[in-house]
T-cell receptor
Framework: ELKVEQNPLFLSMQEGKNYTIYCNYS?????LYWYRQDPGKSLESLFV?????AVKQEGRLMASLDTKARLSTLHITAAVHDLSATYFC?????????FGAGTRLTVKP | DSGVTQTPKHLITATGQRVTLRCSPR?????VYWYQQSLDQGLQFLIQ???????AKGNILERFSAQQFPDLHSELNLSSLELGDSALYFC??????????????FGPGTRLTVL
Protein backbone atom coordinates (compact mmCIF):
# COMPACT_ATOMS: atom_id res chain seq x y z
CA GLU A 1 0.00 0.00 0.00
CA LEU A 2 1.24 3.44 -0.88
CA LYS A 3 2.05 5.50 2.20
CA VAL A 4 3.33 9.05 2.25
CA GLU A 5 5.10 10.59 5.22
CA GLN A 6 5.99 14.22 5.62
CA ASN A 7 8.26 15.75 8.17
CA PRO A 8 8.31 17.87 10.08
CA LEU A 9 4.60 18.29 10.69
CA PHE A 10 5.14 21.69 12.27
CA LEU A 11 7.88 24.12 11.41
CA SER A 12 8.47 27.51 12.92
CA MET A 13 11.25 29.47 11.35
CA GLN A 14 12.59 32.99 11.29
CA GLU A 15 12.53 35.22 8.27
CA GLY A 16 15.68 34.93 6.22
CA LYS A 17 16.44 31.35 7.22
CA ASN A 18 16.54 28.26 5.03
CA TYR A 19 14.81 25.01 5.71
CA THR A 20 13.73 21.78 4.05
CA ILE A 21 10.50 19.78 4.22
CA TYR A 22 10.80 16.07 3.50
CA CYS A 23 8.34 13.76 1.81
CA ASN A 24 9.01 10.02 1.92
CA TYR A 25 6.85 7.45 0.18
CA SER A 26 6.70 3.69 0.40
CA UNK A 27 6.50 2.39 -3.17
CA UNK A 28 7.40 3.44 -6.69
CA UNK A 29 5.56 6.47 -7.97
CA UNK A 30 4.35 7.88 -11.26
CA UNK A 31 4.58 11.49 -10.18
CA LEU A 32 4.83 13.64 -7.11
CA TYR A 33 2.98 16.85 -6.31
CA TRP A 34 3.50 19.69 -3.89
CA TYR A 35 0.62 21.90 -2.81
CA ARG A 36 0.18 24.91 -0.58
CA GLN A 37 -2.86 25.69 1.55
CA ASP A 38 -3.40 28.97 3.39
CA PRO A 39 -5.58 28.83 6.53
CA GLY A 40 -9.25 28.56 5.63
CA LYS A 41 -8.46 28.53 1.92
CA SER A 42 -8.34 26.08 -0.92
CA LEU A 43 -5.26 24.35 -2.29
CA GLU A 44 -2.74 25.76 -4.72
CA SER A 45 -0.57 23.58 -6.91
CA LEU A 46 3.14 24.35 -6.55
CA PHE A 47 5.06 21.66 -8.41
CA VAL A 48 4.63 18.43 -10.32
CA UNK A 49 7.71 16.20 -10.44
CA UNK A 50 7.82 13.37 -12.91
CA UNK A 51 11.23 11.80 -13.05
CA UNK A 52 14.24 10.96 -10.98
CA UNK A 53 16.45 13.96 -10.43
CA ALA A 54 13.71 16.42 -11.36
CA VAL A 55 14.18 19.83 -9.81
CA LYS A 56 11.75 22.73 -10.06
CA GLN A 57 12.02 26.21 -8.60
CA GLU A 58 9.55 29.00 -8.13
CA GLY A 59 10.69 32.02 -6.19
CA ARG A 60 11.98 30.95 -2.77
CA LEU A 61 10.72 27.38 -3.14
CA MET A 62 12.60 24.55 -4.80
CA ALA A 63 11.35 20.98 -5.07
CA SER A 64 13.36 17.92 -5.99
CA LEU A 65 12.67 14.25 -6.50
CA ASP A 66 14.84 11.20 -5.86
CA THR A 67 12.82 8.19 -6.97
CA LYS A 68 15.50 5.73 -5.90
CA ALA A 69 15.37 7.00 -2.34
CA ARG A 70 11.60 7.53 -2.63
CA LEU A 71 12.11 11.03 -1.34
CA SER A 72 11.09 14.49 -2.37
CA THR A 73 12.21 17.68 -0.70
CA LEU A 74 10.77 21.16 -0.65
CA HIS A 75 13.51 23.64 0.13
CA ILE A 76 12.70 27.11 1.37
CA THR A 77 15.31 29.79 0.84
CA ALA A 78 15.41 32.99 2.88
CA ALA A 79 11.92 32.53 4.23
CA VAL A 80 9.48 35.43 4.31
CA HIS A 81 6.24 35.77 6.24
CA ASP A 82 4.16 35.28 3.08
CA LEU A 83 5.34 31.67 2.91
CA SER A 84 3.45 30.82 6.11
CA ALA A 85 1.00 28.09 5.09
CA THR A 86 0.54 24.33 5.17
CA TYR A 87 2.43 22.41 2.52
CA PHE A 88 1.33 19.00 1.31
CA CYS A 89 3.07 16.47 -0.86
CA UNK A 90 1.11 13.83 -2.74
CA UNK A 91 2.20 10.79 -4.70
CA UNK A 92 0.37 9.40 -7.71
CA UNK A 93 0.79 5.69 -8.43
CA UNK A 94 -1.33 3.40 -10.58
CA UNK A 95 -4.08 5.97 -10.91
CA UNK A 96 -4.34 6.50 -7.16
CA UNK A 97 -3.04 9.46 -5.20
CA UNK A 98 -2.05 9.62 -1.54
CA PHE A 99 -1.29 12.73 0.46
CA GLY A 100 1.12 13.40 3.25
CA ALA A 101 -0.25 14.84 6.50
CA GLY A 102 1.03 18.29 5.68
CA THR A 103 3.69 20.57 7.16
CA ARG A 104 2.39 23.67 8.88
CA LEU A 105 4.99 26.35 8.31
CA THR A 106 5.07 29.55 10.34
CA VAL A 107 7.59 32.20 9.41
CA LYS A 108 8.24 34.70 12.17
CA PRO A 109 9.81 38.14 11.78
CA ASP B 1 -9.53 33.29 -8.66
CA SER B 2 -8.63 29.88 -10.12
CA GLY B 3 -11.53 29.81 -12.57
CA VAL B 4 -12.93 26.66 -10.97
CA THR B 5 -16.33 27.09 -9.36
CA GLN B 6 -18.03 24.90 -6.81
CA THR B 7 -21.57 25.01 -5.51
CA PRO B 8 -22.84 25.19 -2.91
CA LYS B 9 -20.25 26.76 -0.61
CA HIS B 10 -21.87 25.35 2.48
CA LEU B 11 -24.25 22.47 2.97
CA ILE B 12 -25.83 21.30 6.20
CA THR B 13 -27.82 18.11 6.18
CA ALA B 14 -28.81 15.17 8.33
CA THR B 15 -27.52 11.63 8.58
CA GLY B 16 -28.99 9.29 6.02
CA GLN B 17 -29.59 12.02 3.46
CA ARG B 18 -28.18 12.42 -0.03
CA VAL B 19 -26.48 15.50 -1.45
CA THR B 20 -24.96 16.57 -4.74
CA LEU B 21 -21.91 18.79 -5.04
CA ARG B 22 -21.22 20.54 -8.29
CA CYS B 23 -17.97 21.60 -9.93
CA SER B 24 -17.41 23.65 -13.06
CA PRO B 25 -13.85 23.40 -14.37
CA ARG B 26 -11.81 26.16 -15.93
CA UNK B 27 -12.71 26.85 -19.50
CA UNK B 28 -11.03 24.27 -21.73
CA UNK B 29 -9.90 21.94 -18.94
CA UNK B 30 -10.87 18.33 -19.59
CA UNK B 31 -9.88 16.78 -16.26
CA VAL B 32 -11.77 17.12 -13.02
CA TYR B 33 -10.56 15.78 -9.69
CA TRP B 34 -12.42 15.44 -6.40
CA TYR B 35 -10.80 15.56 -2.97
CA GLN B 36 -12.03 15.32 0.60
CA GLN B 37 -10.37 17.12 3.50
CA SER B 38 -11.27 16.40 7.11
CA LEU B 39 -9.53 16.67 10.45
CA ASP B 40 -9.70 12.91 10.95
CA GLN B 41 -8.66 11.68 7.52
CA GLY B 42 -6.61 14.58 6.23
CA LEU B 43 -6.59 15.12 2.49
CA GLN B 44 -7.85 12.26 0.36
CA PHE B 45 -8.09 11.90 -3.37
CA LEU B 46 -11.49 10.58 -4.37
CA ILE B 47 -11.74 10.34 -8.13
CA GLN B 48 -10.66 11.85 -11.45
CA UNK B 49 -12.56 12.22 -14.70
CA UNK B 50 -11.12 13.09 -18.07
CA UNK B 51 -13.46 14.20 -20.81
CA UNK B 52 -16.35 12.27 -19.33
CA UNK B 53 -14.49 9.06 -18.54
CA UNK B 54 -13.30 7.89 -15.14
CA UNK B 55 -9.48 7.96 -15.15
CA ALA B 56 -8.33 7.41 -11.59
CA LYS B 57 -9.94 6.26 -8.40
CA GLY B 58 -8.79 6.77 -4.85
CA ASN B 59 -10.42 6.34 -1.47
CA ILE B 60 -13.96 6.87 -2.64
CA LEU B 61 -16.62 5.09 -0.63
CA GLU B 62 -19.27 3.01 -2.36
CA ARG B 63 -21.87 5.45 -1.01
CA PHE B 64 -20.22 8.17 -3.10
CA SER B 65 -20.37 8.45 -6.86
CA ALA B 66 -19.34 11.02 -9.40
CA GLN B 67 -19.78 11.80 -13.04
CA GLN B 68 -18.61 14.29 -15.61
CA PHE B 69 -21.13 15.60 -18.08
CA PRO B 70 -20.69 16.48 -21.78
CA ASP B 71 -20.28 20.16 -20.87
CA LEU B 72 -17.40 18.98 -18.60
CA HIS B 73 -18.94 20.01 -15.31
CA SER B 74 -18.85 17.33 -12.66
CA GLU B 75 -21.06 16.27 -9.81
CA LEU B 76 -20.17 14.33 -6.69
CA ASN B 77 -23.08 12.48 -5.14
CA LEU B 78 -22.91 11.50 -1.50
CA SER B 79 -25.61 9.22 -0.15
CA SER B 80 -26.57 7.61 3.15
CA LEU B 81 -24.59 10.34 4.81
CA GLU B 82 -22.82 9.70 8.09
CA LEU B 83 -21.40 12.08 10.63
CA GLY B 84 -17.92 11.17 9.45
CA ASP B 85 -18.67 12.49 5.96
CA SER B 86 -18.54 16.03 7.32
CA ALA B 87 -15.60 17.58 5.51
CA LEU B 88 -14.43 20.05 2.93
CA TYR B 89 -14.82 18.75 -0.60
CA PHE B 90 -12.58 20.30 -3.22
CA CYS B 91 -12.61 19.86 -6.90
CA UNK B 92 -9.77 20.75 -9.21
CA UNK B 93 -9.37 20.88 -12.95
CA UNK B 94 -6.44 20.54 -15.28
CA UNK B 95 -5.85 20.69 -18.98
CA UNK B 96 -4.35 17.29 -19.51
CA UNK B 97 -5.02 13.71 -18.57
CA UNK B 98 -2.70 11.46 -16.64
CA UNK B 99 -0.37 11.17 -19.62
CA UNK B 100 0.70 14.78 -19.42
CA UNK B 101 1.89 17.18 -16.80
CA UNK B 102 -1.23 18.38 -15.09
CA UNK B 103 -1.12 21.53 -13.02
CA UNK B 104 -4.33 21.44 -11.07
CA UNK B 105 -6.43 24.49 -10.32
CA PHE B 106 -8.61 24.17 -7.26
CA GLY B 107 -12.06 25.45 -6.55
CA PRO B 108 -12.96 27.15 -3.24
CA GLY B 109 -14.51 23.98 -1.84
CA THR B 110 -17.87 22.91 -0.44
CA ARG B 111 -18.10 22.56 3.31
CA LEU B 112 -20.44 19.71 4.16
CA THR B 113 -21.78 19.36 7.68
CA VAL B 114 -23.76 16.25 8.55
CA LEU B 115 -25.79 16.54 11.75
Amino acid sequence: ELKVEQNPLFLSMQEGKNYTIYCNYSTTSDRLYWYRQDPGKSLESLFVLLSNGAVKQEGRLMASLDTKARLSTLHITAAVHDLSATYFCAVMRNNDMRFGAGTRLTVKP
Amino acid sequence: DSGVTQTPKHLITATGQRVTLRCSPRSGDLSVYWYQQSLDQGLQFLIQYYNGEERAKGNILERFSAQQFPDLHSELNLSSLELGDSALYFCASSGMGLAGVDTQYFGPGTRLTVL
